[in-house]
C-alpha cells in the first residue's frame, strides 16, 4: 500500500484546507465547555501534519498522537523527518491496530481523516473511539464520498458497509449519484456512533451516560467528492453546558438534521481576490460583474474568503 | 423483568360505563393446580404452581430482541394482506411503523382483526386447542403481538376495523400486572368504526408508556436503519408483491430475489408436497443463478413468506461442514449463486421454523429431507460457477457475456413449471501437458506491467511477462 501522500500534494487541495480552518472555527466555540488546550489530538498526520500544525497554533494544543499506516522504513524515517513538534507521538500502522493503545484518558479530538471510502476500516475505529475515548471527545470521521460510475455503484456501497447498513433511502444507484454517496455516508456514519454509543450505554452507569452531538457536516470536492462529519460525545448531564457554547452561531456548524456545508472554492486569481476583499459588502449579495465575476462565484469567494488559502499559505512553519 | 418508567401516571384500563359492549379475553393457561387439603401424612406445604404474570411475561419477552418484536408485529399485517389477496398482489397495501422517545404505532390496512380471532386467538394466552387454528399465517404461535407489546411499553391501545366488526382494546400494563388472579383483557365493541370497504379496514397499535431501553433505542437514529435492513429482507417476498412499509415515513424497498430464467441458464425448479390434509406443506425449490452480488449470494429459505434464514452462505443449508460432504465452502465465486425454498402450509405448526421464526429448527425431519435436495440441485449450478472462474481465469470471458445479457427476474415472477439446471457445456482452456500458474500482486504494478507489454487483460500480464522471463534467461 502505498503511503496515501504520494496521492496528491496537500497544496493541491484548496478546500480541505478551508474546512480545516472552518473546522478550528467551530471547535474553538468549546472553550467555553472546556480549554482546548488540554485536549489531546489524535489524527493521521501524514507527511504534512497540517492539522496537527493548525490545532497546535489556533487552539493551544500540546499533547498529539499522530497515527501513520506507513509501514517501510524509508517511509517511516521521512515521516519522523516531518514531525513539526516534540511532543507529537507517532504510532505505526494501521489505525485499527493501533488506536485502541492510545491515551484514551483525557478530553479528545480524534480525526479519523480517512482517504477511503467508508467501510469496516471507520466502524473498527468508530467502535474503539466510543468505547474508549474519555468524555468529551470530538469525533470527526472523513471519508471520500465519490459516486463513482453509475453502474453498479449500490453493489459497491453494500459491499463497503454490509447490507445491514445501507439506509433506507440508498438502494438505489441513482440515489448514490452526486452528493448522494455523501448523504448515504453520513447517515451511515451517524448511525455508527449511534449504535456503538448504545452499547457503551448499556455497560455504563446512569451517572456516566453520553450522548452524541453532531457540530460539522461538510462536503467538499477537490478532486474526488469527500464527506466530514464530527460531533462532541459528552456527558448527557452536561448537554446545558454544550448549549450554552452557541456552537451553532459558528456559520459552518450543522447540527443533525440540516443540509450539509458545502465548501466551494471558487477559482479566483490573486488580483481578483484583493480586488473583492477591499469591496467585500458587509451584508447583501456582493456584486463584481463589473471585473467579470459571475454572482455564483462572488457568493462561494464571500463564503470561504477568510479562509481562503494565500499564496503563500500561513500553515507554513 | 424489565422496569417501567419511573413516575409515569397509571392511566386506567377501558371505563367499565357500558358493560355490555365488553368482551373478556380469557387466558387459556390452567387454572390453579389442585393443592389444597392434600396433607394425608406429615406437614405438606402447598407449592402454587400458579406462574405469576411477572414470570410470565419475562419469560415471554426474553427470548426476543427488540427489533425481532416489531418485526413479528408486521407479521400480523402480511397475514391480514394475505388473507385479504389470496391472488398475492399486495398492491395497495400498507404499513406504516413510527416510533419515538414516549410512543410507538404501528398501523395497517390489511383487513383488520374480526373481534372472534382476537378473543381467541390475538390477545389470549396460549392458544386453545379446541378453537381450531387460523389458515396460512406466519404468526402461528399466537404470542407475537402480545410479546411485542410487552418487550415495548406498559401501556397498549389496539384499534381494529374490519368489514364485520371493529373494537378497540386498551390495556394498562402495570394495572393488569397488579391483579394477580385476573387474567383477561377487555375489549370494546365499536360498531361505528366497522368499515364500508375493504380498503377501510384495519389496525393500529400504540404502545405507550416506553420501558427505558426501548425509549433510548427509539431516541436513536440507527435503529431505524437496523429495521429497514431487517424488514426489507424478512418481509422481502411481501416487498416485492408491492405492500408498502415504512419506519419514521421512509420507505422500505425490498432486496431484489431475483433468478435468471432465461435459457441456457433457466433454474432447477421443483414442487413438493409432503404430508397429508391441513398439515400438508408446499415446497417449492430454486438453485440458479442471478447477478453476481456476494452479500446476496447463497440459500434462502421462506416459511409461509416469511424469511427464516438467508442469504445463508454456511452449514445451516449445503455449505461445508459435518453433513455436506461434497460442497465446497461458500466463497465470493459463488456470488451468481442463488437458492430459495418456499415452505407454505395452512398450518403454521406444520413448517420447520423456531418459535421466534428467526431460524430453522435443525430437528425437523421435514428439514432435514428438504437440505439433502436443496445439496442435490446446488451442486450442477456450483460445479458451473467453479468452471466458470476457471474459463475467466484463461481469459475467456465469453459465457460471463452470456450472463451478464441475461437479465434476472423477480423469483414472484417465476413460472411454477419444474425445469431443471442445464448451462451451456463451457470450453475450458488448457492444452494438454499445460499447467497453470497463479499469483497476485498489487494494482498499480499490474497496471504499469500493462501498460509496458501494451496488453489489458491480467492474464496476458502473466503471460508475456513469463516470455520474457524465458527470452532473457532461458536457454
Not at chain 1, 466555540?29 to 482546548?36: C, I, V
Request: aromatic share 8%.
Amino acid at each position: 500500500m502505498p503511503a496515501n501522500w504520494e496521492d496528491v500534494h496537500y497544496l493541491q487541495r484548496p478546500a480541505k484546507n478551508i474546512e480545516r480552518k472552518m473546522l478550528v472555527d467551530v471547535l474553538s466555540r468549546l472553550e467555553r465547555y472546556r480549554h482546548l488546550g488540554e485536549f489531546h489530538y489524535i489524527g493521521f498526520g501524514s507527511l504534512y501534519f497540517v492539522d496537527f500544525v493548525t490545532l497546535h497554533r489556533r487552539l493551544g494544543i500540546t499533547r498529539m498522537t499522530s497515527i501513520e499506516e506507513a509501514d517501510d522504513p524509508v517511509d517511516a524515517a521521512r515521516v519522523r523527518f516531518n514531525k513539526p513538534f516534540r511532543f507529537v507521538d507517532l504510532r505505526f500502522g494501521h489505525s485499527n491496530a493501533t488506536l485502541g493503545a492510545v491515551n484514551w484518558r483525557r478530553p479528545s479530538i480524534v480525526w479519523l481523516d480517512y482517504t477511503r471510502r467508508v467501510g469496516d476500516e471507520a466502524f473498527a475505529d468508530i467502535e474503539t473511539v466510543v468505547a474508549r475515548a474519555a468524555r468529551p471527545c470530538v469525533l470527526l470521521v472523513t471519508v471520500n464520498a465519490d459516486p463513482g460510475p453509475a453502474d453498479g455503484r449500490l453493489d459497491r456501497f453494500r459491499e463497503a458497509v454490509g447490507d445491514d447498513r445501507v439506509p433506507p433511502g440508498f438502494e438505489s444507484d441513482a440515489s448514490l449519484a452526486r452528493w448522494g454517496t455523501a448523504a448515504a455516508a453520513h447517515r451511515v456514519l451517524t448511525d455508527e456512533i449511534d449504535r456503538r454509543l448504545s452499547i457503551a450505554n448499556q455497560l455504563a452507569g446512569a451517572a456516566q451516560r453520553t450522548s452524541y452531538r453532531q457540530i460539522v457536516h461538510f462536503r467538499y470536492q477537490d478532486k474526488p467528492r469527500m464527506l466530514t462529519t464530527g460531533g462532541v460525545l459528552h456527558l448527557s448531564s452536561d448537554t446545558r453546558m454544550i448549549e450554552d457554547c452557541r456552537i451553532f452561531d459558528s456559520p459552518f456548524a450543522v447540527p443533525d438534521g440540516e443540509p450539509a456545508f458545502e465548501i466551494r472554492v471558487p477559482n479566483v486569481t490573486t488580483r481578483e481576490i484583493q480586488h473583492m476583499s477591499q469591496r467585500m459588502p458587509k451584508r447583501g449579495a456582493p456584486r463584481f460583474d463589473r471585473i467579470g465575476i459571475r454572482a455564483d462565484v462572488a457568493e462561494q469567494f464571500r463564503q470561504s474568503s477568510r479562509y481562503f488559502p494565500a499564496f503563500v499559505d500561513a500553515d507554513l512553519m | 423483568m424489565p422496569t417501567s418508567k419511573k413516575g409515569t401516571k397509571r392511566v386506567p384500563a377501558v371505563p367499565r360505563t357500558d358493560p355490555k359492549s365488553l368482551v373478556a379475553v380469557k387466558r387459556a393457561l390452567p387454572a390453579k393446580s389442585a393443592r389444597q387439603g392434600a396433607a394425608e401424612t406429615g406437614d405438606l406445604t402447598a407449592v402454587s404452581g400458579t406462574p405469576t404474570k411477572e414470570f410470565f411475561v419475562s419469560m415471554l419477552v426474553r427470548d426476543i430482541e427488540l427489533l425481532p418484536a416489531v418485526v413479528d408485529l408486521v407479521d400480523n399485517s402480511v397475514d391480514g394482506a394475505r388473507r385479504l389477496r389470496p391472488d398475492g398482489d399486495y398492491s395497495g397495501l400498507e404499513v406504516h411503523i413510527q416510533a419515538h422517545r414516549d410512543h410507538f404505532v404501528i398501523t395497517d390496512n390489511c383487513g383488520g382483526i374480526p373481534v372472534d380471532t382476537a378473543v381467541k386467538y390475538a390477545f389470549r394466552f396460549g392458544r386453545d386447542k379446541k378453537a381450531g387454528s387460523e389458515k396460512h399465517t406466519i404468526g402461528q404461535f399466537g404470542v407475537g403481538m402480545k410479546r411485542a407489546v410487552f418487550k415495548l411499553g406498559r401501556k397498549f391501545t389496539v384499534r381494529s376495523s374490519t368489514t364485520k366488526d371493529a373494537f378497540i382494546l386498551v390495556v394498562d400494563v402495570d394495572d393488569w400486572l397488579s391483579r394477580p388472579d385476573d387474567w383477561d383483557f377487555l375489549l370494546r365493541r365499536t360498531p361505528d368504526e366497522i368499515a364500508a370497504s375493504a380498503a377501510e379496514t384495519g389496525t393500529t397499535l400504540r404502545v405507550e408508556r416506553l420501558l427505558d431501553e426501548v425509549s433510548d433505542t427509539f431516541s436513536g437514529k440507527a435503529w431505524r436503519t437496523d429495521l429497514a435492513a431487517d424488514l426489507r429482507l424478512k418481509h422481502s417476498d411481501a416487498l416485492n408483491r408491492n405492500m408498502r412499509i415504512s419506519v419514521n415515513d421512509e420507505p422500505v424497498r425490498p432486496i431484489p430475489l431475483e433468478i435468471i430464467t432465461s435459457p441456457p441458464f433457466r433454474p432447477t425448479v421443483q414442487r413438493l408436497v409432503r404430508g397429508k390434509g391441513t398439515r400438508a406443506v408446499t415446497l417449492r425449490l430454486v438453485a440458479g443463478l442471478a447477478r453476481s452480488q456476494p452479500e446476496f449470494g447463497g440459500w434462502y429459505v421462506f416459511c409461509n413468506g416469511r424469511l427464516v434464514l438467508g442469504p445463508d452462505k454456511d452449514e445451516t443449508t449445503v455449505w461445508i461442514g459435518k453433513t455436506n460432504r461434497g460442497l465446497p465452502r461458500y466463497h465470493d465465486e459463488y456470488a451468481r449463486f442463488r437458492g430459495y425454498a418456499f415452505f407454505d402450509s395452512d398450518d403454521a405448526s406444520a413448517l420447520p421454523w423456531t418459535t421466534t421464526k428467526v431460524g430453522i429448527d435443525g430437528d425437523s425431519a421435514l428439514w432435514v429431507a428438504t437440505r439433502e435436495r436443496m445439496r442435490d440441485i446446488s451442486k450442477p449450478v456450483i460445479r458451473f460457477l467453479r468452471e466458470l472462474d476457471r474459463q475467466r481465469d484463461a481469459g475467456d470471458d465469453s459465457t460471463d457475456r452470456l450472463l451478464e445479457a441475461a437479465r434476472p427476474r423477480p423469483i414472484q415472477a417465476l413460472a411454477a413449471t419444474r425445469s431443471e439446471f442445464k448451462p451451456p457445456p463451457m470450453k475450458l482452456p488448457r492444452e494438454e501437458g499445460e499447467v497453470g500458474i497463479a499469483y497476485s500482486r498489487p494494482r498499480e504494478q499490474v497496471d504499469e506491467a500493462k501498460s509496458l507489454l501494451g496488453v489489458t487483460t491480467n492474464r496476458d500480464v502473466g503471460v508475456k511477462t513469463f516470455e520474457y522471463f524465458l527470452d532473457a534467461e532461458g536457454e
